[in-house]
Every structure is written in structure tokens, then in C-alpha cells.
């Protein structure tokens, strides 16, 4: 029965992937030896036979022939009269070899020998999960919902390998269920507790890189590539390519016809807005495609100062600067410039409308403003802050907050 059992654990051993045959019969033969030397001391008279195709084994021991008066010990020795039981042409100073019964040993070796086979393929197991995944790092892999709780999601892959996805690295839109099938990228494998933790992002710039090159053959082989990529996962994200052959428009080619390259991409990251933007080294140039779809009238680089002072007209800071300051904040982290945005007011410019004070007055505070008509910059100033306290439901503090912000404008 015991020997049953044994088998069944080489049955696992061939199961086991990208583990290697010469690795296999390495560490077996180190299981069964250390057994061995534990029970008859350390000794290298036996010799144990490994056959992992049939998944049997035969341990051969190797003894010297001694006089029965000179037998002492019987780990590495055999008394003359029972070497001749064996062949009787035996003589005093030859090695005899005879097959160990496995049945022959004792309950608690076999118990050991088990355990200690049990605790290699573990160790194999974890081995080979922490190998492979530390060389697809940077990787997109697939996988299946099998868990989830609070703080991360649990995936099982094709092999049955347990990864693991924690709630920062999901995009804040992803919704998960038991058995959903998800895709991500590989961004950190480490042995925690002597256990290989897989930590897999859809957050990661590398994840969106990745579904490039699945979308877009042209920067898979190498004729266009990926210079930056800054994103605010689910929301918006840059992307600066370059091509390496004139005939091909690398913005074109990311897009693709009618956008059938992008949407892929953009339904995998749950709408997530991306614009391409084509990569140049004359930084004037990168900045104004960076703030797109903003047109811009002037750029001032300051000098020894990774910050730039950009200007436009009034109908385009706030596509300049975007929805919640994403546009900018990803065009800064983008070109590595700090961007600061001016209004051109001409003084001929009798007024200018409420909405582009958007990056510096909440839309919920505008819309109050409107509500009672005022919805330029001169029709809230031409009003005491008292009328506007009784006209609206805002706060005296909020008021007297945008009057000055108008004012700074004017000023």
C-alpha cells in the first residue's frame, strides 16, 4: 500500500511543468538518499534506480565480503557464509549488490520518505511558479475570476497558478464577478513567506503598452514606437509615438481606419479616453500636441526651470486644461514640464464667460451663478456680495472666493 502511495507522488512529479527531467531525478535521488542515510548513518553503498516514465523505483545495496569473525557492520559489510548464500564463488574483499526490498524498511522511513517527497514537489511547485512568472514580468497574462474580497482579487490561470490583482492596481470602473475572465499585465513577483506572489495591475502604463502591441502590428515589429505613456487609469491617458519610417503616420496607425485599432483598447480599459500624440524632440512643438485639443497662441519656456507659461485665448483654457485638470496634469507628466496656463485678455475685451474659470471654480458653484443670470465674469463683479448672498444659496465665503478669483484675472 505504502509503495501505492509512492507511486502516486511520481505521478505528480510528471505533472509538474517546466520542471526538467535531469531536475526531477536530481532531487528524487536526493530524497531517497538523505532517507536512506538517516536510517544507516551517512554511506554511499546504495544506489537507487529511477524510472520516471513507469513511475517505480529499485534501491540496490553494495557491500564488501568479510570473514565472519571480522563482520561489524552491516550497513557496508556482509559476513562470508551468507555472501555465499548468495553465489558461493563470493571471496573475502569482494562487493556484493543485492536489491532492497522497499516492503523491508521500516514503517517510519517509508512516513519520512513520503513526507519528504511531498514537501520537494511543494517546493518544486513554488519554484517553478515564481521562475516563470519573474520572466513574464512586464507580460500580459489571462486568467479567471476565482475570488474576490475588499482589498484585492484572487485569478487563477490556465495552469491553476494563484495570482493576484489588489484593488489599487484594478481600474476604478472594473467590476468583477465569480468566474470572469480578465486580462492584466505582470508587474511585480516576489517569495513571500516562502509562497511566490504574482501581483498583476490594469493600472500600470505597461498594461496599456501591451495592448498596443496586440492591437497594433506596426509597433509589435518595431516601425513605430512608444516614447511615454501617462494615464489616470479609467479616465484619460497620453500616449507619444514615434515612427520609424516616413511612409507611416504613426498617430494613424495607432488609431487606426474609423478607429477600429483605438476601440479595442478603450473598451478593455472601460472607456478610458486615450490620445496619441506624435512624438518630436522640439519641445515648443510636444507641448502644444500634449495640451490638444487646446490651440495655443504663445509658449514661454522659463530658463533653468523644468516650467513652461502657455497662453491662449479665453474659449481655450478649459479644453486646455480639461475636465477635473486631467488634460494638464497628464500633458505636464507628459513633456516633464510644469505647465501654467494664462488667459490672453485683450482690454478691448468687454467681458468673458463664467465657464472658462472652470479650473479654478467648481461646475456645481457656476451653475448657481447662472441660475440668477450671471454667467460672465462682469455680471457677478457688477453686484455687491451682499445681493449675491441673498440671490443665491451660496455661502458668503464662496462668493467673496470667486469675486477675487475674477478680479485676479481682470487685474
Not at 511566490?196 to 501591451?210: C, K, Y
Amino acid at each position: 500500500m505504502e509503495n501505492i502511495n509512492l507511486i502516486e507522488h511520481f505521478a505528480e512529479f510528471k505533472e509538474l511543468k517546466n520542471i526538467d527531467r535531469a531536475t526531477m531525478m536530481r532531487v528524487l535521488e536526493d530524497v531517497f538518499k538523505s532517507t536512506l542515510n538517516k536510517q544507516n548513518g551517512e554511506s554511499n553503498n546504495f544506489d537507487v534506480i529511477i524510472n520516471i516514465d513507469k513511475g517505480d523505483f529499485e534501491i540496490w545495496r553494495t557491500r564488501t565480503v568479510v570473514k565472519d569473525e571480522d563482520f561489524t557492520d552491516p550497513v557496508i559489510q556482509i559476513p562470508l557464509s551468507e555472501a555465499k548464500k548468495i553465489e558461493k564463488d563470493y571471496e573475502e574483499g569482494e562487493d556484493v549488490s543485492n536489491q532492497v526490498k522497499f516492503e523491508d524498511f521500516p514503517r517510519r522511513t517509508i512516513l519520512a520518505l513520503r513526507q519528504n517527497l511531498s514537501s520537494k514537489i511543494l517546493e518544486l511547485e513554488k519554484d517553478s511558479i515564481f521562475s516563470k512568472y519573474k520572466d513574464r514580468i512586464g507580460e500580459i497574462v489571462s486568467g479567471e475570476v476565482y475570488q474576490i474580497w475588499k482589498k484585492e482579487i484572487l485569478i487563477i490561470d490556465d495552469e491553476g497558478n494563484e495570482l493576484i490583482m489588489p484593488k489599487a492596481e484594478q481600474i476604478p470602473s472594473d467590476f468583477f464577478r465569480k468566474g470572469d475572465s480578465v486580462r492584466a499585465v505582470v508587474v511585480k513577483v516576489e517569495m513571500k513567506n516562502n509562497t511566490p506572489l504574482v501581483i498583476l495591475s490594469r493600472t500600470s502604463p505597461v498594461f496599456l503598452e501591451r495592448l498596443f502591441e496586440l492591437e497594433v502590428p506596426e509597433i509589435f515589429d518595431g516601425l513605430i514606437t512608444i516614447k511615454k505613456i501617462v494615464r489616470i487609469p479609467g479616465e484619460r491617458a497620453k500616449v507619444a509615438v514615434e515612427s520609424y519610417d516616413d511612409r507611416i503616420d504613426p498617430v494613424g496607425a495607432c488609431v487606426g481606419m474609423k478607429g477600429s485599432r483605438i476601440h479595442g483598447i478603450v473598451r478593455e480599459l472601460k472607456n478610458e479616453n486615450i490620445d496619441v500624440i506624435n512624438y518630436t524632440n522640439n519641445t515648443n512643438l510636444f507641448i502644444q500636441r500634449a495640451l490638444s485639443p487646446a490651440k495655443i497662441t504663445e509658449i514661454k519656456i522659463v530658463d533653468n526651470d523644468k516650467r513652461v507659461e502657455v497662453y491662449l485665448d479665453p474659449d481655450q483654457v478649459s479644453l486646455a486644461i480639461g475636465k477635473g485638470g486631467l488634460n494638464i496634469r497628464l500633458a505636464s507628466q507628459l513633456t516633464g514640464y510644469e505647465i501654467d496656463v494664462y488667459r490672453n485678455i485683450q482690454e478691448d475685451d468687454e467681458d468673458v464667460d463664467l465657464d472658462e474659470f472652470s479650473d479654478e471654480i467648481e461646475s456645481w458653484v457656476i451653475d448657481e451663478f447662472k441660475k440668477i443670470g450671471c454667467d460672465t465674469a462682469k455680471s457677478i463683479l457688477n453686484q455687491s456680495t451682499e445681493e449675491l448672498v441673498r440671490r443665491t444659496d451660496l455661502e458668503e465665503e464662496t462668493i467673496v472666493n470667486v469675486v477675487n478669483i475674477i478680479k485676479a484675472e481682470f487685474e
